[in-house]
């Protein structure tokens, strides 16, 4: 059973960036696809960043972060990163990590195992 444990969240101005980072233990992410979500209060958890296994299928950006996020990740650390750069107020929220089998997820249903979650803030 995979582990997941997100960190780098915190408060920040707009404008701003950060570095998510998720630590996994127990599989290895290299045969997933990764993804961040993130749910803002009162919201449905929304998927903004998914990286296939497949080097075939394009990284998913959705449109209100495409252009300032970025989705990688290290295999050798067995370590997904979101870089998140020119933060808006509307990005708070909290940031999650999930893996899935699927080559091509889009969907939040798509994922299966998640972390805790980190805490985004982002002030104006």
């Known amino acids: 059973q995979v582990q997941l444990v997100e960190s780098g969240g915190g408060l920040v101005q707009a404008g701003g960036s950060l570095r998510l980072s998720c630590a996994a233990s127990?599989?290895?992410?290299?045969?997933?696809?990764m993804g961040w979500l993130r749910q803002a209060p009162g919201k449905e958890r929304e998927l903004v960043a998914a990286?296939?296994?497949?080097?075939?299928?394009?990284?998913y950006y959705s449109d209100s972060v495409k252009g300032r996020f970025g989705i990688s990740r290290d295999n050798a650390k067995n370590t997904v990163y979101l870089e998140m750069k020119n933060l808006k107020p509307e990005d708070t929220a909290v940031y999650y990590c999930?893996?899935?089998?699927?080559?091509?997820?889009?969907?939040?249903?798509?994922?299966?195992?998640w972390g805790q979650g980190t805490q985004v803030t982002v002030s104006s």
């Open positions: 127990g599989r290895t992410l290299r045969s997933y696809s």
């Open positions: 990286l296939s296994w497949s080097t075939t299928v394009s990284t």
């Open positions: 999930a893996i899935s089998s699927s080559a091509s997820p889009r969907a939040t249903t798509a994922f299966g195992s």
